[in-house]
């Protein structure tokens, strides 16, 4: 995936000069070598200018990093350390920056070896508070050499999904189609977190498209495709289509970037997509999200950036789906209950089209799409992959700004089973702890469209310090509750 950051962080020891240099000096060799020795050196870079301790060594240390290729930044208190020249660090570098501290090593050493770094984390929260810096600060900050480790390795898709944001470019094509309101929202926060966007016509995409007609690139595109659906290639006939208009995307990320690094797409899909173009882009959607390149349905703007997030954080494909319907009482009886530990209300039915990287999918087809062929021909509804989503560990999660232009989230942890779907799309049968409860007083109270983003493992930890650290409020922030704890809209008498 080469439309993701590669993250550099750079960690930088401060010491407070009224304590022995010598604690920073040794607890920062401790947690590099603890580092190394689980993670090697890769995405980390010790700064090795001696100890922070005041304003001219935090320049010493800002030079360093920034010449080091450093995009991000963690500062290590090895003892108290100088909240002044810590927190000008943090203000003064460009990217995301973390806080965390050392613990002290043993009780026969609590005189000269007392570094005092619990109550230090106190003080550079406060100053970080008062200069108006971000940071990033662990649940548990303060910790041994190993701790500090898994801290920083923590860190490293937090930090990638906000360098990525600052440099990243939403490319739409299209108003959303008719009754779609819910995937329309307003474009303001997306400069708040300083992401670009380029809205574009479908006349500019067809125009494109057209020039694209006779690509000497496409008889290896098709090969591509048909190495990759193999026995699933059911509609071989529209390969060259898709092809000339993978071309015209991939041309247009190029062409259209402009000075950002990354890019995501919120295509157009229908209705009139179908007649013009003479298919339906969900296959090659799928692609370019293989490709790490996010491309959302139904000009879903805050879905592909969602998408995008989510990519940077797990590293991988992720997808966008419908949160769609519920599972049959039959459904759950034979194939759920008694073999699995979740209600009926737990489960649900996750699908789109077919926009779903191919990888992602327990099998694969490429056909026509089932619901646009009810209005129309189908020979203009293939291109479509159809299969169901792999069983395994998800995390169903959306950043959205409301009508009133308020960002929003919310983030949950869950599974895909192993049941056979017996269905249409790429689609299948999801269990979320408690998702009844978080289905009517999350999406439904809080007014979130019905697509949501589905990364492909537990991220949840990861996510909820990103959407905090791009300014989510932590009440608008949302998680599936436990059974017990109650919504603030949840009837106590239901």
Known sequence: MNNLPQ???????????????????????????AYRK???????YECPICIVESEIHMVQALEDIKKAGCNALCVYLGNFGPEIAETLLAKHFDGPAMFIAAAEESQNDLVGGRGDAYCGMLNASYNLKLRNVKAYIPEYPVGNAAECAEMLH?????????????????????????????????????????VEIEENSELDLFEAFKKHEGDE???????????????GNLKPEVLPKLAQYELTLLDWVEAHKGYRKYVAIAGKC??????QFGFVPCYVNSRLTGMGIPVSCEVDIYGALSEFIGTCVSEDAVTLLDINNSVPDDMYEESIQGKFEYTHKDTFMGFHCGNTCSKKLAFCNMKYQMIMARNLPEEVTQGTLEGDILPGEITFYRLQSTSDNKLRAYIAQGEVLPVATRSFGSIGVFAIPEMGRFYRHVLIEKNFPHHGAVAFGHFGKALYEVFKYVGVPVEDLDYNQPKGARYPTENPFA
């Not at 000069?17 to 947690?31: G, H, M, Q």
Request: one cysteine or more; hydrophobic letters at 45%.
């Open 217 to 231: 690139r496409i008889p290896a595109k098709v090969k591509e495709m048909e190495e990759e659906l193999g026995k």
């Open 7 to 33: 993250v550099k962080l750079g960690v930088v020891a401060v010491s407070r000069d009224c304590f022995p240099e010598s604690l920073s000096v040794n607890r920062r060799k401790a947690l590099m070598d």
């Open 38 to 44: 689980k993670y090697g050196d890769e995405g980390v």
């Open 270 to 275: 229908w209705p009139a997509f179908q007649t």
């Open 154 to 194: 923590d860190f490293l898709p937090i930090a990638r999904a906000i360098i990525g944001l600052a440099d990243l470019k939403i490319i739409s094509f299209g108003p959303r189609p008719l009754n779609f309101l819910a995937c329309n929202a307003p474009i303001k926060q997306l400069f708040n977190l300083g």
